[in-house]
């Protein structure tokens, strides 16, 4: 992973807790879900979609930087949407075949996961835009 979007503990406390904020979340709903009596599997399912979604936007990242500006846009659009498809339509196929319960619980525990991760991923790139002087800036010499 490049140190400059996942800092480590050795970069500050702030940049590694938002670039953990995902996986922390995700830990923390495993206790809750199962004091609230919701189903394992669902937890199981839920931190599951949320890895191979995160994963699968890691990967379509790197593809589009070999990319043009404009095909980068593309692909993370249609990355984007594809994605949030495919995780409604295995969420909706389980809660028709398999277990409403594992269904509902995989589907709030994915959206907690996925969006403290995209919140975090926000803090690091507004925290990276401070550090990096604007295009064409000018310093007082």
Known sequence: MNSGVYPSPKEG???????????????????????????FSGWLM????????WSLSLFTSKVSLSTSPTAAVGVAGISLMARAWITAIILFVVALRVSEAMAITAAFVFLAAFTFDLMGRALLFAMNERKTPPTGATTDS
């Not at 953990?20 to 009596?37: M, Y």
């Not at 839920?46 to 979604?53: C, E, T, V």
């Open 46 to 53: 839920g931190i599951g979609l949320w890895l191979g979604n």
């Open 13 to 39: 406390a702030l940049p590694f807790i938002a670039a953990v904020l995902g996986t922390v979340v995700a830990v923390v709903a495993l206790p809750i879900v199962l004091l609230a009596g919701g189903p």
